[in-house]
């Protein structure tokens, strides 16, 4: 599903991310975890195409987010940290703009919007412009917009940051539905609980170098994943 290969980004004479390759296969929720600087933010909007990079290749389904960056873009979905939304827009009319721009015809776009404002309790403010939105709430819109094409791939930074336990949970699920169709899930976090009970394999990333990755009994063995990052990190202390 995913394939990066060989990852190299600069700013200036900082290496951010250096020589990365991972594989992320058709069913699985992949955790990418590292310290802040480490590179995950860098790496994920490579992936969805927002930064160019200086060397290596990413390839989505295949198709290389190079040569052609519409292709792999209509495949995935791509959640910030922060989300960046259009204040002025209403809830329903960014979702119909999203829906505009990956092509959902009317009549997916209304059941796949009701089903999800529905599960995230979020159908009485569509209405309502973002500007008046908590975080929150504009997390779980940001959320329902990345569900809406029904993508292949989701790459999400911090998704669980902001959102209730309720939508996170709501979230959790939704992860493991979407994989369970056969699509992946790349996503980054500090919350290293949920990464252990969440997620089939997870990489670690420190000062833009993969440190270590693989499934979750590859990586943690018999301890926590907490206590294997906390000693990762330490051995450079």
Known sequence: MLQIEHLTKTYGEKKAVDDLSLHILPGEIYGFIGHNGAGKTT???????????????????????RTDPLACKRKLAYIPDNPDLYDYMTGIQYLNFIANIFGVSAADRQVRIRELAERFELTNDLAQPIAAYSHGMKQKLAIISAWL????????????????????????????????RGGAIFFSTHVLEVAEKLCDKVAILRAGKLIRSGTMDEV??????????????GETC
Not at 156 to 174: N, R, W
Request: glycine residues 10%; proline residues 4%.
């Open 43 to 65: 790496t994920l909007k490579s992936v969805a195409g927002i930064l160019r990079f200086d060397a290596g290749e990413i390839r989505i389904g295949g198709t290389s987010i």
């Open 149 to 180: 094409h029904a993508p292949q791939l989701v790459v999400m930074d911090e998704p669980f940051v902001g959102l209730d336990p309720k939508a996170a949970h709501l979230l959790k699920g939704m992860m493991r539905e979407l994989c369970d």
């Open 220 to 233: 943690k063995g018999d301890d926590s994943l907490e206590e294997v990052f906390l000693e990762l990190e």
